[in-house]
């Protein structure tokens, strides 16, 4: 009992009260038109078949005059289930029928009788008054033969109010059999949905208090309340996902960024220790200002990559060619593959049209061909980087192999993390972003950066979905 009060300050239990009203209001306005319905169409009925009765009499009347109509009065009015039926002559006593006795005034006048009037049929008990409330009732038409004759033909009221009876109380038992369901799924359904909130509630409140791995129930029912659990809790993933790479970034910014600064620190300090020439200052301020550039770079791709994998991006997409990027691309590098001894390729394809930002793409491609020819100079039988694209179901996949010493398949996933640099690589300048770079930017294009070996050397793939399937 203490339990309803809350149940009730709910807006399910709310909604669920006026509905539950307003289906009895309906239920009763229905029980009422049905029952009124029903006995009317039973009494016009009623009325149709005394109509057809009289003036089958008439027609027995005028064929064969006063005895022929005594005699068809006379026989149905022996028959099982019978009309009422009434021949009197003009001061109202009986001639035939099966009518004892009527109500007083019935037979002055002609046509319908204004209201349901008592009667006594032949072989009953007590003759019906009108104070009788046990009395049988009956409608009538009363007709004045042309002789003063009085014809009376009715009928009982009994079949329809016992119809009407019959259909109010099935109604009326519906209508209870229907609240009590009503209210008893109203009771258990809300003590269960209040149960459900109550739990993302807790839930919710852990949350709020600083425990971000936790997560809203699900039961696994696929309502309302599971695909709302559902949606919060990917929406908390992608928060924590978030909160980590903004720790993680913090942390290597803390790490990975104070060796540059310190070096640039240290090599100003050693500039202004002693006494250099004018040639040897400049030297220093323009080391300095390389450093600082290179920062400036680094800071640069780890503001894109946060921004990229929040999802926002004031870049501009448009359909673009994988192909002419790939073109461009080896195009600008040729000299410095050239330089380092290693010898870059491009296969010649038609045009593989994606929608992305061309930008973007040109970028994270020159990140992965600068690795790949940076990390497979010097490799035996000679240096080769080959950049191809392949069209696969639903994808293109735009590739770099290199034939340098790759990286190992437990080390793959590691490597597309930022400022992450194996040991191989920490002899080679850089900063540690190019793959995470390209993955930042795959991830904006809906694709993935997938890194495979080649037995000797590396495939970094950027995989973009296909347009049309």
């Not at 014809?151 to 009221?157: A, K």
């Not at 259909?167 to 269960?192: D, S």
């Not at 928060?239 to 960024?257: C, E, F, R, T």
């Not at 940076?374 to 590739?399: C, D, F, M, N």
């Amino acid at each position: 009992m203490p339990r309803l009060p809350a149940i009730f300050r709910t807006t399910a239990a709310r909604l669920s009260a006026l509905y539950l009203l307003l289906f009895a209001a309906s239920a009763l306005v229905l029980v009422v038109y049905m029952t009124s319905l029903s006995t009317r169409m039973l009494t016009d009925q009623t009325r149709e078949t005394i109509l057809e009765e009289v003036l089958s009499l008439s027609r027995s009347y005028e064929s064969g005059g006063l005895p022929r109509l005594v005699r068809v009065v006379a026989q149905r009015a022996r028959q099982p289930g019978a009309y009422l039926y009434l021949l009197t002559d003009p001061n109202g006593r009986p001639l035939a029928g099966n009518v004892e006795s009527l109500e007083p005034g019935v037979l002055e006048t002609d046509g319908w009788t204004e209201r349901p009037f008592s009667y006594k049929r032949y072989g009953e008990g007590a003759a019906a008054t009108p104070a009788n409330s046990e009395g049988h009732k009956a409608i009538a038409q009363v007709v004045r033969l042309p002789n003063t004759m009085i014809v009376l033909v009715g009928r009982d009221l009994g079949e329809p109010e016992q119809f009407r009876l019959v259909v109010r109380r099935a109604l009326t038992a519906a209508l209870a059999l229907m609240g009590i369901g009503a209210f008893v799924i109203w009771f258990f359904v809300g003590r269960q949905a209040l149960h459900r909130i109550d739990s993302i509630s807790e839930a919710s409140r852990r949350i709020m208090g600083g425990d971000l791995s936790g997560r809203l129930p699900v039961t696994g029912t696929g309502d309302e309340f599971d695909r709302l659990s559902e949606n919060l809790n990917g929406m908390l993933a992608r928060i924590g996902a978030l909160n980590d790479g903004l720790k993680q970034v913090s942390d290597n910014v803390a790490h990975d960024l104070k060796t540059p600064l310190t070096r640039l620190r240290n090599r100003v300090e050693a500039t202004l220790a002693g006494s250099h020439t004018e040639a040897e200052y400049r030297e220093a301020l323009e080391g300095a200002i390389s450093e600082s550039d290179q920062l400036i770079r680094t800071f640069n791709a780890i503001l894109m990559i946060s921004r990229l994998e929040a999802g926002y991006s004031a870049e501009a997409t448009s359909e673009v060619d994988l192909a002419a990027i790939m073109r461009d691309v080896v195009e600008l590098y040729e000299p410095a593959a050239e330089e380092a001894g290693v010898t870059l390729t491009a296969q010649d394809c038609p045009e593989a049209k994606v929608t992305g930002n061309r930008e973007l793409i040109g970028q994270a491609l020159s990140n992965i061909v600068d690795n790949a020819i940076k990390y497979s100079a010097g490799a035996e039988g000679g240096a080769k980087v080959a950049v191809s694209i392949v069209r696969v179901p639903g994808a293109i996949r735009l590739g770099v192999a290199d034939n340098g010493p790759g990286i190992p398949p437990e080390d793959r996933v590691q490597a597309t993390e930022r400022f992450v640099r194996l040991e191989k690589s920490r002899s080679q300048p850089g900063s540690g972003l190019g793959l995470s770079l390209a993955k930042a930017v795959m991830t904006f294009h809906g694709g993935a950066l997938e890194l495979s070996g080649k037995e000797p050397g590396l495939l970094v793939e950027m995989v973009f979905p296909r347009q049309g399937g």
